[in-house]
């Protein structure tokens, strides 16, 4: 055991570092004034721990890691999106928001402690070897992978073009573990699609929120204007985006609103109160819109349907959203680290808070019916939302609930193919015969 002095000694080098952590971050965070009598007897007892580990566990284990262990069980204890960034899983981080990475093409998290995928991206390596949503992932080349967080995972995943890794796959239905093999590829994600669905009508899909999002379905609007010389209506795709950068979700909303209010965030400290505005005349504002959302639409893709649907400009069609409302900070530290903390939480125009609840489409379309229709059973990774994560963030209470909207429950075997699109595309050609009567009345 170590003596009382080192205790002591341990014990103040701690402190210093944890005051230095507090100030690490700039103007994101603000230091702990001071440390009660009950935190200092908590730390000693943290060194204590360490010093019988080192001297009792069975194999050698440096101080160092052990810190760092408890730094990760710290922020995993907070919610599933607090963690503790090494070096290397900071650079994977902001390579992710560039769009290009090599890996295999899977949005991941995990539910119940187990690693599962939320879905595969298109045409990817994950795609096109049959990794499906809901899929458990319970070995990454022969390791288990519980308890690993969710970082880790990522890690563990991806890595140099050509190189293989081999995940073992517990998928509903099936008694035995599937084992694939697959090779990594760089995943260049095309974060915006778009095409036109029938003369005057458009349809853009948004894949996730990354650096130049709002550039590319800006230029997505302007072909299809061209193309169809004007718009009648559009279909925003966003089902299936797990979100990404909030900057670009305010951009993309931007570009279809005149003015007003998109999101606003709300935390303990003034500078994590912020508002955003649309800054001037939107440059696609005349024609309809529907919004297509799902269990799997999240964060960033919540914040631009929630505007949409507040502000009046599009309708919401599709099914409850997953409900990630909460905002992560990345604060780097001195050693190239980085801490992602959850600092605040986003609501709404009408203040609705999103977090856990979601945003609920004003035309509902049950996703059992749909999947019927496809001759699939029930995926249970759609069922995967914010409020299933273990120590999820709950909505505020004192917050507004969401209103309380009529829905329009629509039979899957009424239309073929893609039936939400095939609706939402029903809809604006409706609208658009709706106002020609409406106009020539007039």
Do not use: C
């Not at 160092?64 to 999106?81: F, K, Q, R, T, Y």
């Not at 084992?179 to 029938?198: G, N």
């Not at 950068?245 to 400290?269: E, N």
């Amino acid at each position: 055991m170590p003596s009382k002095r080192s205790r002591s000694l341990l014990v103040a080098g701690l402190l210093a570092a944890a005051v230095a952590l507090f100030f690490s971050g700039g103007r994101a965070v603000e230091p702990e004034t001071a440390v009660d009598q009950t935190a200092y007897e908590k730390i000693e007892t943290f060194t204590n721990i360490i010093g019988i580990i080192r001297k009792n566990y069975v194999d050698e284990v440096s101080t160092g890691d052990l810190i760092e262990g408890a730094i990760n069980g710290m922020l995993n204890s907070l919610d599933p999106h607090s963690a503790y960034l090494t070096p290397d899983l900071y650079k994977e981080l902001q390579i992710d928001t560039k769009g290009s990475f090599g890996g295999l093409g899977i949005e991941i998290t995990i539910r119940d402690g187990v690693l599962t995928v939320v879905s595969p991206i298109e045409d990817t390596p994950a795609f096109r070897a049959g990794v499906k949503a809901g899929d458990q992932i319970i070995k990454i080349n022969g390791e288990f992978s519980k308890d690993m967080s969710l970082v880790e995972a990522v890690k563990r995943l991806r890595g140099p073009k050509g190189t293989k890794v081999t995940i073992s796959i517990k998928r509903e239905g099936v008694s035995d573990l599937i084992d694939l093999t697959i090779t990594r590829e760089i995943i260049r994600i095309k974060s915006v699609k778009f095409r036109t669905l029938e003369p005057g009508y458009g349809y853009i899909r948004v894949t996730q929120f990354q650096e130049g999002t709002d550039r590319d379905v800006e230029g997505g609007l302007e072909a299809l204007t061209k193309e169809n010389g004007s718009l009648n209506g559009l279909v925003l795709d966003l089902r299936n985006n797990p979100g990404g950068l909030l900057s670009q979700a305010v951009k993309v909303a931007d570009l279809f609103l005149d003015s007003g209010l998109i999101v606003y965030t709300d935390g303990r400290l003034e500078n994590q109160k912020q508002k955003y505005f649309a800054r001037g005349p939107g440059s696609f504002t005349t024609f309809p819109m529907v919004v297509l959302v799902n269990g799997g639409s999240a964060s960033a893709s919540e914040i631009v349907a929630g505007a949409l649907q507040d502000q009046k400009r599009a309708l919401v069609l599709g099914s409850k959203t997953f409900g990630k409302g909460s905002v992560q900070t990345i604060l780097p530290l001195p050693d190239h680290s980085a801490l992602r903390l959850t600092t605040a939480k986003y609501f709404t125009p009408s203040g609705r808070s999103i977090q856990e609840t979601g945003i609920q489409p004003d035309i509902e379309m049950d996703e059992v019916r749909l999947a019927k229709v496809e001759g699939k059973p029930r995926s249970p990774g759609h069922a995967i939302r914010e409020e299933n994560l273990p120590r999820h963030l709950k909505h505020r209470k004192e917050g507004k609930e969401p209103e309380k909207r009529e829905r329009d429950e629509v039979e899957a075997e009424e239309t073929e193919g893609d039936p939400q699109l095939d609706h939402a595309l029903e809809l604006l050609k409706s609208w658009h015969v709706f106002s020609t009567l409406l106009a020539k009345r007039q």
